[in-house]
């Protein structure tokens, strides 16, 4: 038996976020008040009051999630991981919960990771559509015969939930596609661009440059990683698929098999919203899941 904590991603923030760790922990306090100065700007405000439109933003979002995430696997009392793994942007904050980026620099690189995510998503009007009820296979078959538009699979939620990234010509084209070829619902999201698709190109060089200046630390356990979908030890090689990370797709349903293969039984999700653990279980349904 072992127990993997999991670390959602962009999606999963809600106003009040994070308001009750503030104001119940001093050290969860003074985390979110180092995050404010590092960030030049209130994000805590955001978090705790803001409009749901200003939390939405990429900027905001992802810094935002990252702490909450972050702060409540650094308060916990019992946090003693057997293994790790993130949704997308959640692998930045697993890999600080497992001690293998400081908290301060884990911080700068989401935030810079955003900004530069936000700067291609301006670049290029693209975006990513939910497709439910089709084999992954035939997702796959369907992105890879739309040849004049960039059309890929992102994010491997879950057996019959995969999440596609494209322009946005490629994307409407696929959806038709795709609700042909049977799927209950091919829905377009309400991003600000195509995340975890080429068109982050521009982004993956800036977060490269990024990484290869922070330090790493070999991790306290195996952080199962979303570019390999196995668990990772070695520093350079966790530098490298954090990197592709931002190209390739999110292969979740893949990882949470690979934690099950390892002896993952209990798996405790660490962030805003039970998102994760919902994808758990559908991918393997004897997992025990609770919120941290």
């Not at 003693?80 to 997308?88: Q, Y």
């Not at 049977?182 to 080429?198: D, I, N």
């Not at 998102?275 to 025990?288: D, H, S």
Request: proline residues 4%.
């Amino acid at each position: 038996m072992s127990t993997a904590y999991v670390f959602p991603g962009q999606g999963a923030q809600f106003v009040g976020m994070g308001k009750d760790l503030y104001e119940s922990n001093e050290k969860a306090k003074d985390l979110f008040e180092k995050a404010n100065e590092i960030l030049g700007f209130r994000i805590t405000d955001i978090m705790f009051s803001g409009s749901d439109e200003d939390l939405r933003q990429t900027r905001v979002t992802q810094p935002a999630v990252f702490l909450h995430s972050v702060i409540k696997a650094l308060t916990l009392e019992s946090f003693k991981p057997d293994m790790v793994a993130g949704h997308s942007l959640g692998e930045f904050s697993a890999l600080v919960a497992a001690g293998a980026i400081s908290f301060e620099d884990g911080l700068k690189l989401v935030y810079a990771r955003a900004m530069a995510m936000q700067k291609a998503c301006e670049m290029q009007a693209s975006t990513m559509a939910a497709v439910l009820g089709l084999d992954d296979a035939k997702v796959e078959e369907v992105c890879a015969g739309i040849t004049d538009e960039i059309v890929v699979p992102a994010n491997y939620n879950c057996p019959g939930q995969l999440v596609i990234s494209g322009s946005i010509e490629g994307i409407q084209k696929a959806c038709e596609l795709l609700k042909a070829a049977g799927a209950k619902r091919a829905l377009v999201l309400q991003v600000s661009g195509a995340f975890h698709s080429p068109l982050m190109e521009p982004a993956r060089v800036e977060l490269e440059a990024a990484i290869q200046q922070t330090p790493f630390n070999t991790p306290i356990c195996a952080v199962y990683q979303n570019y390999v979908a196995q668990g990772v030890t070695d520093v350079q090689q966790i530098k490298h698929n954090l990197v592709a990370q931002l190209t390739a797709p999110v292969k979740w349903t893949q990882s949470v098999q690979a934690m099950v293969a390892d002896g993952g039984t209990d798996f405790i999700e660490c962030g805003p919203g039970n998102v994760l653990q919902g994808l758990v279980k559908k991918i393997y349904k004897e997992a025990n899941t609770c919120g941290a």
